[in-house]
Nanobody
Framework: VHLVESGGGLVQPGGSLRLSCAASGFTFSTSTMTWARQAPGKGLEWIST???????HYADSIKDRFTISRDDAKSTVYLQMNNLKPEDTAVYYC???????RGQGTQVTVSS
């Protein structure tokens, strides 16, 4: 399993970012994929999961602001993040399955 996240950066409150996670080493199209994040000084927080059929689940903290999606042809999972808040500042990871291997993460900083 190899996962590479990208798309993080510095954004002002209310702004948007789109994270990508390129996957390899397994059959992506039949796999569940998850986004999680870790804020400074805190544990890893689950935020969203997408199943192979397209069903999605979201944490209450980001519901209606973030959207998870997947492109099976590109073996890539995305996280569209809108209306970002300072409390969204964290390292964002994609994970194989719900609790499986994760990538190196991408830093998202929301600050004015």
């Amino acid at each position: 399993v190899h996962l590479v996240e990208s798309g993080g950066g510095l954004v002002q409150p209310g702004g948007s970012l789109r994270l990508s996670c390129a996957a390899s080493g397994f059959t992506f199209s039949t796999s569940t994929m998850t986004w999680a994040r870790q804020a400074p000084g805190k544990g890893l927080e689950w935020i969203s999961t997408i199943y192979s059929g397209g069903t999605t689940h979201y944490a209450d903290s980001i519901k209606d602001r973030f959207t998870i999606s997947r492109d099976d042809a590109k073996s890539t999972v995305y996280l569209q993040m809108n209306n970002l808040k300072p409390e969204d500042t964290a390292v964002y990871y994609c994970r194989y399955g719900t609790l499986g291997a994760r990538g190196q993460g991408t830093q998202v900083t929301v600050s004015s």
